[in-house]
Nanobody, 127 residues
Framework: QVTLVESGGGLVQAGGSLSLSCEAS??????????MAWFRQGPGKEREFVGF????????HYTDSVKGRFTISRDNAKSTVYLRMNSLKVNDTAVYYC??????????????????WGQGTQVTVSS
């Protein structure tokens, strides 16, 4: 059973920075780590894709609204994926979720392509 656990959320002022972590456990596939993504759901909004990182970290992709501000990285030795968020804006306020799936570059922006989800961590950006 794969388990994903996010941490690092909190309250930050607009323009500030925050880093989230997502630690995976229970994945027994020995040759490849999971492909991972971050999604978020703001108050009254639908869940949206934030960014993706391939299993080996060689490929990343971000939604336009966070490009240049957010960075996804990973440390497979620690089974952990990170989301570094800089220049945060009020409308970045959301519950942030990490999601994982077996390695694939197909449809990575779609939440229904991910069988594994964390519980979410709240990020609140104040003005």
């Amino acid at each position: 059973q794969v388990t994903l656990v996010e941490s690092g959320g909190g309250l930050v002022q607009a323009g500030g920075s925050l880093s989230l972590s997502c630690e995976a456990s229970g994945y027994t596939f020995t040759e490849y780590a999971l492909s991972m993504a971050w999604f978020r759901q703001g108050p009254g909004k639908e869940r949206e894709f934030v960014g993706f990182i391939s299993w080996n970290g060689e490929y990343t992709h971000y939604t336009d609204s966070v490009k240049g501000r957010f960075t996804i990285s990973r440390d497979n030795a620690k089974s952990t994926v990170y989301l570094r968020m800089n220049s945060l804006k009020v409308n970045d306020t959301a519950v942030y979720y990490c999601a994982g799936r077996v390695p694939s570059l197909y449809g990575f922006e779609r939440g229904d392509r991910y069988p594994y989800w964390g519980q979410g961590t709240q990020v609140t950006v104040s003005s």
